[in-house]
């Protein structure tokens, strides 16, 4: 059965630098998606994509943010200088189709440590 | 602002125990309902659905929920538990002129043997 995989299952890094998290969605889907789960908290939007553009974020998706489909199979969220607060778990999802009626499916998720 | 509310945040039980989660939303159109679990160290697996049509729907693993519009209520039941059932099950909600999930927080359940 076809699945969402992200890299690394978990990321260690200093305050202030730049990290990118890595997703590769099911292959014949089109829209993208990431959220994030601070310890304890709800599972928040980010951002949702498709066709190479940002169709919706939400406010936590600063400038600090950004999204990317590098290539053909990989969707990437990086975060451009890390603050303690972003320490979460952040999870891709991918969906063939948008609006009513369509499903997501889920990453394993990537566990973001700021120290 | 909508909002989802799962009242349960750790719920613990003995195998073959009956099992009800309750989750609420606070929106008033028309919206798409969803049960995700997530085992532990793996990704959110959907459970089950509601997009329409019969309120009480059946997933995997023999959880089912039933959509109670009046009540803006989407409860998961399970009439006996596993433990291998032991896991973070949320609630989500979608509407219908957004991409976007929302989530509940989460509920934590524990079944021993």
């Known amino acids: 059965e076809p699945e969402v995989t992200q890299t690394p299952s978990h990321q260690v890094t200093q305050m202030g630098q730049e990290v990118i998290l890595r997703c590769v969605p099911i292959?014949?889907?089109?829209?993208f998606y990431w959220y994030r789960q601070i310890l304890g908290q709800k599972v928040e939007f980010l951002v949702s994509?498709?066709?190479?553009?940002?169709?919706?974020k939400s406010e936590i998706f600063d400038d600090q943010f950004s999204v990317e489909r590098p290539d053909g199979s990989n969707f990437t969220l990086k975060i451009r200088s890390t603050k303690l607060e972003d320490s979460a778990m952040y999870f891709c999802a991918s969906s063939r189709a948008t609006g009513v009626n369509t499903e997501a499916f889920f990453g394993q998720g990537t566990r973001l440590t700021v120290v | 602002a909508q909002s989802v509310s799962q009242h349960n945040h750790h719920v613990i039980l003995s195998e073959a125990a009956s099992l009800e989660l309750g989750c609420n939303y606070s929106?008033?159109?028309?919206?798409?309902l969803f049960w995700y679990v997530q085992y532990p160290g793996q990704h959110l697996q959907l459970l089950l659905k509601y997009f329409s049509g019969d309120p009480l729907v059946k997933g995997i693993k023999g959880f089912e929920a039933e959509f109670i519009k009046s009540k803006f209520s989407f409860n998961l039941r399970k009439p006996s538990v596993q433990w291998s059932d032991t896991a973070e099950y949320f609630c989500?909600?979608?509407?219908?002129?957004?991409?976007?999930?929302?989530f509940g927080t989460g509920t934590r359940l524990q079944v021993f043997p």
């Open positions: 292959s014949n889907h089109l829209y």
């Open positions: 929106y008033g159109g028309t919206v798409n």
């Open positions: 989500a909600v979608k509407l219908i002129n957004t991409d976007k999930l929302i």
């Open positions: 994509f498709y066709n190479n553009e940002i169709s919706e």
